[in-house]
Structure formats: structure tokens, C-alpha cells
């Protein structure tokens, strides 16, 4: 077998940052050469699950759906198998046995690029980084225009002292101290250089740290709290503890005379949606998408339909009261998503108001909002048109 080896497939969905857009184009490398002996498990730690997919499978999905091409992965000689399995179905990608070190690694990754063509930029990130923003890299390409190297910092904000044998010696100043993240981006040509010449017997702590050592000049970008490293087994548990979904689903019949409230808006349509409140049947089952993610029973106990109190009441109401809900139990709101069910009215030219609406009664950022339509295929009592459905997705993390 080959030094190389690649996964072929469709390219990746983005991981969200859509808004920023890449200038120029780069490589990349991702580092899983490593044992990660500290997070414990059967295998090492970029090769074990971690939301839901190998925790290498993240940082490589990110900088495909951003644009890296090529994209080469240092992996351990002997988990060559595991690796492809891990990366199936994304592509196309490199992997190159990895070194010792991890500085070898790089090198050898830096090495196999070194063979292909126009190759001008390259970023180097660490597998065990998995939740990578797309403005992050945006601005480490960009920083590339004027200098030969960037990284990605994010400021020392707590208190720093120096210690020995376990105690206090003294307080160290926190002025131009920064916090080194990856990936970290170079002009391709010298930082290839500045590995080849590196006459140290010593590891370099990173990549910068070569390529100062060549005479470079590295700028500094802002990095993201998102960019923490998984490094304990506590890292792969924390999002059981912090990550909590819910589901919500609702009906409710169309009658004329009503009036049509969908997500917040009112919708011009020759029938509306009968209930004890305004009957918006989206809201209603988002709320109870938000309720269940915090385990706070659903919509009608909060709001029973026998009180009188609640007749015609408009369901911002509820929706607004399920986010505090879910702020008071020690969460915030990661995304909801809600699908409407219908045959008529056309839910498409009103979605993207939609989304703003719910958007403001949560408090959250439209991007954490997903709304859809679809039919039943004129089948059941919505493909009669005989009312209105909806479900509701939410997932909600500590806060």
C-alpha cells in the first residue's frame, strides 16, 4: 500500500459559518498522529466519538467545507484502517504516517505537499480542535497577505502567578500574554524551509515556534473559546452532561372565520387555525420541543386549555415563557428547527420572516433557527387541508 491513501465522497455540509468567504486558497494539515494517552479509551482520542463522530472527523469536515484543498492528515503508521473509517465518505483527503513527535509529523505531512502543485498556503491544526470556525481560518488566510505566519490568540484573562514545589513564588503581569490556539497558517515555501533548517534537538512547543525561529514574522488573529483542545476523557463525557434536546408536535384543525398565525405571523389565507389560543401550531410545538429538552412537562401544563385566561391569548406569549424557562434551568438555546405541515398556504415566501420572528421572542441569533415546509402528498386530514400540523426540534447546552 501507498505512503497516501483517499476517502472519496460528496463534499461536507458547512458547518455554519456560511456568511465569511475565503479570498484565497490554501492546504491544510490535521495532526492525529498522537496516542492520546490522558483522555483514556480503547483507541486514541482523534478516533473516538465525540458528539456523535470520530473527534477527528470534525476538524476535517470544517476545513473541507471551507475550501482546503489539498487537505493531508498525519495519522499513527498503525491505525490506518481505523482512520479511513473514521473519514469515510469525506474527500478528497490525504493521510501520511506521522512521526515520533509532533513536529515530525508536520514535517512529514509538509513533505508530501511539498510534492504537489501550487501549493501557497498551508494551515496546520491539531485533530484534538475539533469545533473550528470558519472566521477563524477566514482571518488567519487573510493575515497571510502581509505576513508569512498567523495564529489564532485568544487574551489571558485570569490571574497568572509563578510557583514552585507547590507553592506561590510570585504574580506574573497578564500584559501581552495570549493563549496559542490552532490551526495556525503560513506561507507555504517558509514554513517548509523553516522546518527543513530547525537545528534543535529540542521539540518546538508549535508551529510558530519554527518558523521564528527561521526569522519569520508571525501575526496574531483572533481566536474563538470554541477552539478548546479535547484533551481528558471528561472532555468526551461533558456533552452528555451539558447537551439536552426535546421534541414538541401539534395539530390543529383549519376553520374559516379564523385568523391564520404561523411561528408568530399572521398569514393571509382563506382559512385559519381553530384553538383555545391564537392555535399557532408551529409555537406551540416548538414550545414543547423547549419544554422537553429541560424535562418541564408540556405546553397544556403550563397554559391548560380550560383556563379561561388563555382563550385567544397569542402563543408569543408561551414561546417567550419556555426561553425563560430554559435561561432559569441553567441553559441557553443552541437551535430549534420546526417543520410545518400543510398542503396550503405556501409556507416558502414567508420562512425567512418566520425565522426573525422566532428568532426575537427567543432572544437568539437567527442563525439558531431552521424553519421548513412539507406536504403529506395530499394524504391524511393535512393533505385534505383539513387543518395543520407541525414538529419541533430544540437543543439546549449549559449556560
Known amino acids: 500500500m501507498s505512503a497516501t491513501t483517499s476517502t472519496n465522497g460528496t463534499e461536507p455540509a458547512s458547518s455554519g459559518d456560511n456568511s465569511t468567504s475565503l479570498s484565497a486558497s490554501y492546504a491544510a494539515i490535521v495532526v492525529a498522529a498522537g496516542k492520546g494517552l490522558r483522555a483514556g479509551g480503547s483507541v486514541p482520542k482523534q478516533f473516538a466519538l465525540w458528539r456523535g463522530e470520530p473527534l477527528l472527523r470534525h476538524s476535517v469536515e470544517r476545513l473541507l467545507a471551507a475550501g482546503a484543498h489539498p487537505l493531508v492528515i498525519a495519522i499513527p503508521a498503525d491505525y490506518r484502517e481505523l482512520a479511513e473509517t473514521a473519514l469515510a465518505g469525506l474527500g478528497p483527503v490525504e493521510l501520511v504516517p506521522g512521526g515520533a513527535t509532533r513536529q515530525a509529523s508536520v514535517r512529514a505531512a509538509l513533505e508530501h505537499l511539498a510534492r504537489c502543485e501550487d501549493v501557497e498556503r498551508v494551515l496546520i491544526h491539531d485533530a484534538a480542535r475539533p469545533d473550528l470556525p470558519r472566521t477563524v481560518i477566514a482571518d488567519l488566510v487573510d493575515a497571510l497577505k502581509t505576513t508569512p505566519g498567523a495564529i489564532p490568540v485568544l487574551p489571558v484573562v485570569d490571574s497568572v502567578v509563578r510557583g514552585a514545589q507547590g507553592l506561590r513564588q510570585e504574580a506574573v503581569s497578564r500584559d501581552g500574554l495570549f493563549r496559542v490556539q490552532t490551526p495556525q497558517a503560513f506561507r507555504f515555501a517558509e514554513i517548509l524551509a523553516a522546518h527543513r533548517g530547525w537545528n534543535s534537538e529540542a521539540e518546538a512547543g508549535d508551529d ?4 521564528e525561529a527561521a526569522g ?34 401539534d395539530v390543529h384543525r383549519l376553520a374559516e372565520g379564523e385568523e391564520l398565525w404561523l411561528c408568530g405571523l399572521k398569514i393571509e389565507h382563506t382559512h385559519g387555525l381553530a384553538g383555545h389560543s391564537d392555535a399557532d401550531v408551529a409555537i406551540h410545538a416548538l414550545v414543547d420541543a423547549l419544554l422537553g429538552a429541560i424535562a418541564a412537562g408540556d405546553i397544556g401544563d403550563h397554559f391548560p386549555p380550560s383556563d379561561p385566561q388563555w382563550k385567544g391569548a397569542s402563543s408569543d406569549r408561551f414561546l417567550a415563557h419556555a ?43 437567527v442563525g439558531r433557527v431552521s424553519v421548513k415546509a412539507t406536504t403529506t402528498e395530499r394524504l391524511g386530514l393535512t393533505g385534505r387541508g383539513e387543518g395543520i400540523a407541525a414538529q419541533a426540534v430544540a437543543t439546549v447546552t449549559a449556560a
Open 208 to 211: 510558530a515556534t519554527v518558523a
Open 323 to 365: 426561553a425563560t424557562l430554559v435561561r432559569d434551568s441553567g441553559h441557553a438555546i443552541a437551535n430549534v428547527d420546526v417543520t410545518i405541515i400543510c398542503e396550503a398556504p405556501k409556507i416558502g415566501p414567508h420562512k425567512q420572516a418566520m425565522r426573525q420572528r422566532l428568532a426575537e421572542i427567543l432572544g437568539i441569533d
Open 216 to 249: 519569520l514574522a508571525v501575526a496574531l488573529t483572533t481566536g474563538d473559546e470554541r477552539l478548546r483542545k479535547v484533551t481528558f476523557a471528561s472532555d468526551f463525557e461533558e456533552l452528555a452532561m451539558t447537551c439536552r434536546t426535546g421534541s414538541g408536535f
